[in-house]
């Protein structure tokens, strides 16, 4: 994994330094070695810079930006079947100088143009230059592991791993666009392809970008899609069968993430998906491998037993960190510089701990990420499964009368419940679900903190919502099922703009590769046609999933409560944080800024510290939003 930057710029103001400044802005993802070529095309100036973390070839031979013939390329990430296509290519008379998954894309892209890319499993993103042709190719990986963001304006294209990097330019415009603020405050995430500036993108997963310097423009065209597993018939097979096979593709998949020259460990919750990584990959193994988990004792954050318990039965080596609440809390401040956008998810803090302590041992490690989305794993989807079918039942004229009446009645009017925990939300959602009771209605509104009435009310400036795969669902009409529509919609937001997210920053902070074997293509075109009851079965989730488990692991060890990486919130802001909301959204600041509306923060806060701690995340991510706007922009 590295850091990959670059420059065309037809006003031919940017120079090698401002390239070389860009660059090492990604330090972090790259401390290994760095490197920058600069090209003058015909009326722009070209450059292209790359920060290594060697990890596959450790040789200088593996260094970037790399050539072959008229092509350059600088990459981020890794080909895990680089060795097959390497001798396909061999067969036909291609010669190699070194041992790099680097070289193969070059001579991959030579041999068979931009259609290279079906042919690779693994991570990545990466831009390759043509200088015969003038024509620059920009590539993302199909689920989106590996980051890519791009601006283009005033003549002047950058891009690079990070946001972070784009600062580095003089030219780079910081104009904030207000549609993605409050998309951030709905989703905890500014959506692909948005980002919180203007004319600034993420290039979405499973997509290329190609750039035609003569013509000053580009286009994007998608070589990927979740939808195409999802557009086809289930597969008429046995569970057993099923299960089979799903634990065959599973083991490709893992294995092929075990492919490199330096340590590699695994991330190890003792929850089903991680267990499943560590138990397949340990089994036909003398060495043992190496297991990470971290708790935080005094905030209650404490999976450390129930991993400890797996470890020990699969016999790994165990690395079992303690963190002090004070150490999570110091480290909120950092937030901000390493996640470039307004982010949400207070996962973060954690999974950053953890990352820390396991770049001391390793400099690869696995993370069982993306088994909710592939598997059915979200309590959200027992939800729409047992309840969705009800609310529809009920004839349509009741359920809009009963939400026409709450339209009326205020959350604030209902006696005695109006002082339960979370009734105002509550209130609020099931009027919008009475009133549609679509799955796609049901999802926003399990995913949103904010609805679109509040936001209007939260926000200064008139926004509008931003088009996201929330609302462009392609799943076909004849193979549309609730859970196999938000299922693709989550792997499509959730997994990418949150969990990816958040695992990329955490570990690249520390000059930790992170993996990702449950994002395997082959696994979602695989799962994706299984029978929904193989996977959500009579309330059970990831069913599949976890039969296959219970052949590596007993029942009774694995039999928990989900946890997850969540810290205690409420309580953080109440009194540890408690100054830091005080600092950050005084009446002052809010109103200088301009861009919130004074009068609801002020209600916001006067909620949640009147005992309403329902509020509490709608305050994070206001806290969050402020702590980023100070970093970036004062």
């Avoid at 042709?133 to 590539?139: I, K, L, P, Q, T």
Wanted: hydrophobic residues 35%.
């Amino acid at each position: 994994m590295c850091g990959i930057a670059g420059i065309i710029d037809y006003n031919q103001d940017s120079t090698e330094e401002i390239l070389v400044n860009i660059t090492n802005e990604l330090h972090h993802r790259g401390p290994d070695a760095s490197g920058q070529q600069m090209f003058e095309s015909e009326g722009a100036t070209v450059g292209i810079g790359h920060r290594r973390l060697s990890v596959i070839d450790l040789s200088d031979s593996g260094k970037q930006p790399m050539q072959l013939g008229d092509l350059w390329i600088t990459f981020n990430g890794e080909v895990y079947n680089y060795r097959e296509i390497k001798e396909e290519l061999t067969s036909y008379g291609r010669i190699f100088t070194s041992h790099s998954d680097t070289e193969v894309i070059l001579h991959a892209f030579s041999q068979w143009g931009i259609s290279c890319v079906d042919k690779f499993i693994g991570m990545f993103a990466f831009v390759i230059y043509d200088t015969k042709s003038e024509v620059v190719y920009c590539v993302r990986d199909r689920p989106g592991i590996k980051p890519f963001f791009y601006y283009w304006h005033d003549g002047l294209f950058l891009f690079a791993s990070e946001l972070k990097a784009f600062h580095k330019h003089p030219k780079f415009k910081k104009e904030i666009n207000f549609d993605s603020v409050a998309a951030f405050m709905q989703h905890g995430n500014v959506p692909t392809p948005h980002c919180i500036f203007q004319h600034t993108y993420k290039l979405r997963p499973g997509h290329f970008l190609k750039f035609n310097i003569k013509e000053r423009a580009f286009d994007i065209q998608k070589y990927w899609d979740v939808y195409d597993g999802y557009n086809k018939p289930k597969l008429d097979i046995s569970f057993e069968e099923a299960k089979t096979e799903t634990e065959k593709i599973l083991k490709s998949a893992f294995e092929y993430r075990m492919v490199a020259d330096v340590p590699v460990g695994v991330f190890l919750s003792g929850g089903y998906d991680s267990a499943c990584l560590t138990a397949i990959l340990q089994k036909d193994r003398s060495e043992k491998l190496k297991t990470f988990t971290i708790g935080v004792p005094d905030i209650g954050l404490n999976e450390s037993e129930y991993a400890k318990n797996v470890a020990n039965y699969l016999g790994t080596e165990h690395y079992d960190y303690s963190c002090t609440r004070k150490e999570a809390l110091e480290l909120i401040s950092e937030l901000p510089y390493h996640y470039d956008e307004p982010f949400g998810d207070q996962s973060a803090i954690p999974t950053m701990l953890l990352s820390k302590l396991t770049a001391n041992e390793v400099t690869v490690a696995l993370s069982a990420d993306a088994g909710d989305e592939v598997f059915a794993g979200y309590s959200r989807y027992g939800y729409i499964m047992k309840h969705g079918n009800t609310i529809n039942r009920i004839p349509d004229f009741v359920r809009k009368g009963i939400s026409g009446m709450m339209s009326v009645i205020s959350a604030d009017h209902i006696p005695v419940m109006r002082n339960k925990y979370n009734f105002h939300n509550r209130y609020e959602k099931l009027k919008s679900l009475l009133k549609d009771p679509s799955a796609k209605n049901i999802m926003l509104s399990l995913s949103q903190q904010f609805d679109e009435k509040e936001i209007k009310l939260l926000l200064k400036k008139s926004v509008k919502p931003l088009k996201t795969a929330h609302s462009n669902s392609g799943l076909l009409e004849e193979f549309y099922t609730p859970l196999a529509y938000m299922m693709a919609i989550d792997y499509q937001t959730f997994l990418l703009d949150d969990v990816l997210q958040k695992v990329d920053r955490a570990s690249m902070a520390y000059s930790l590769e992170s993996r990702e074997p449950f994002t395997d293509h082959r696994i979602i075109e695989w799962a994706a046609q299984l029978p929904d009851h193989y996977k959500y079965n009579n309330g059970v989730k990831k069913y599949i999933l976890k039969e296959i488990v219970h052949q590596y692991i007993p029942k009774k060890l694995m039999d928990r409560p989900k946890m997850g990486f969540q810290i205690p919130l409420e309580h953080w802001l109440s009194c540890d944080l408690k100054k830091q909301v005080m600092h950050y959204l005084n009446d002052e600041r809010i109103a200088s800024q301009g861009i919130f509306n004074l009068h609801i923060v002020q209600k916001l806060k006067e909620h949640f510290f009147s005992g309403k701690k329902e509020y509490a995340l709608k305050l994070w991510y206001l806290l969050m939003f402020q702590m980023w706007y100070e970093k970036w922009m004062e």
